[in-house]
């Protein structure tokens, strides 16, 4: 793409977001939508999947405090969405919605940016430290074990004739990685090229993010792709699983399969809650499944749960412990459009007319933040996408015996994979209805 070839973005009527995206799949997920922008110069598309990731090494300082910032944005995330869409299956990858704006606070100034950073949880980094960072983890997730795939992926796409600034696309091809392209947005195999890409880099899941044709006013997509496909350590029997009840919110039941395994675990029982963690084989990744107390509710366990505590209380609380899980088998399709909860945790100015994306090219704001996502759970591990468009022995003394748990799995419930090495929360859900 050449580096400075063009006029000023012009401001025009928005289309609905069905030209963004495939919208039988976002009506199915969510029906929840706002189509009432007056411009659409600038949409973004996030698409997650599910991954494993080592990390040759300690992370530095930065790539921790990042890590930490994802993890605080990924739980006000999911509380948000969960407060919109009570009772219903959400799966999102906060990792890939948080990458893509952060390619976006590249070029964001002012205000904007200052919410931006807010939201994100980077207020206190630089932005020369959080690309740095991303790039650290980036590398890491992509430097996956044996049994393992883990694919991730960014990418700028242009309308032609359009100038970007020089300054955003370099950062975001050196820190991101991200390729950039410039298309003729009005011919019909732009949309399938990159529909192309999103398919290629979520392995067929995620086989589409835009329906044609493209909106006019639309000058630039931005996208982050991700893919994980993992064996659990310990797989669970085929055979000992069966159909069990599972009791719906509002006292109703479902015939599900339910995943049965009885050993050692790491588990915890917090006030309120059990939780049992699964580690995926030759993998720094895990899942952490939670289960709220009869008398609990996933909002509830939703209401206490932030970054600072997961870090420093929650995930050091688990130990091992002998016990028996049962969990329903699940898949996931979701798509959400994002601004409306991004706007309600406080970044509001890059999706107004005032927005400060100068870095990138002048009179732009944000006009959509889409993302889809798929995961499915089943005995042999989890495969999930999204796009978002880390002596001296003594002699031992008798231990007290520790009766085995029980954690039925058979009420609404959360999750979420975490990157054990750098503390990265790349995908978090809340499920209802395991048979949706």
């Known amino acids: 793409m050449q580096a400075d070839p063009m006029s000023q973005f ?14 039988r799949f976002l009506e199915h997920c969510n029906n929840n939508f706002r189509l009432h922008r007056s411009m659409k110069p600038f949409a973004l598309l996030f698409i997650g999947l599910a991954f494993v990731l080592p990390l040759f090494g300690a992370p530095s300082p930065d790539a921790q405090k990042l890590a930490a910032a994802d993890c605080t944005f990924g739980f006000r995330l ?3 969405l969960n407060r919109e869409q009570p009772a219903r299956n959400i799966f999102v990858s906060p990792y890939s919605a948080s990458t893509a704006l952060q390619m976006v606070c590249n070029g964001a100034g002012g205000r904007t940016k200052t919410e931006m950073a807010q939201v994100l949880g980077t207020a ?14 980036q590398k890491s997730l992509d430097a996956a074990g044996t049994n393992i795939i883990l694919n991730t992926a960014n990418a700028l796409w242009c309308r032609e004739g359009v100038a970007i600034k020089p300054a955003f696309i370099a950062a975001n091809q050196q820190f991101f990685r991200a390729t950039v392209e410039s298309l003729d947005f009005d011919r019909p195999r732009t949309v399938s090229k990159i529909n192309g890409w999103v398919a290629e880099k979520t392995h067929g899941k995620i086989g589409s993010i835009l329906q044609g044709p493209i909106d006019p006013a639309t000058k630039l997509f931005l996208a982050n792709a991700i893919y994980f496909k993992g064996k659990w350590q310990e797989p669970f029997d085929k055979n000992a699983t069966i159909k069990r009840a599972f009791h719906l919110r509002g006292g109703a039941q479902k015939k599900v399969p339910m995943m049965e395994q009885s050993r050692h675990f790491d588990y915890r029982r917090g006030a309120g809650y059990q939780a049992v963690r699964l580690d995926y084989e030759n993998s720094p990744l ?14 509830k366990l939703l209401s206490i749960m932030n970054g600072d505590n997961w870090q420093r209380i929650t995930k050091p609380g688990f130990s091992g412990q002998d016990g028996t899980l049962q969990l329903p088998k699940f898949r996931i399709e979701y798509g959400v459009e994002l601004i409306q909860p991004l706007e309600a945790l406080g970044m509001k100015e890059a999706f107004s007319d005032t927005a400060d994306l100068s870095g990138i090219a ?6 959509d933040v889409l993302q889809k996502a798929f995961v499915q759970v089943n005995e042999e591990g989890t495969e999930a996408a999204a796009v978002t468009f880390g002596a001296v022995a003594a002699a031992a003394e008798p231990m007290p015996t520790i009766p085995p748990f029980r954690m039925i799995v058979d009420r609404p419930f959360l999750f979420l994979i975490e990157d054990q090495n750098t503390g990265t929360i790349l995908f978090t859900g809340v499920i209802f209805d395991p048979g949706a």
């Open 78 to 80: 999911l509380k948000e």
């Open 10 to 23: 012009a401001r025009v009527e928005r289309m609905s977001n069905a030209n963004h995206c495939n919208s």
């Open 362 to 367: 002048n009179h732009l704001f944000v006009s």
């Open 286 to 299: 895990a899942m952490y499944i939670f289960l709220p107390d009869e008398n609990s509710s996933p909002e």
């Open 124 to 137: 206190d980094l630089p932005q020369n430290a959080v690309n740095a960072a991303t790039l650290e983890i």
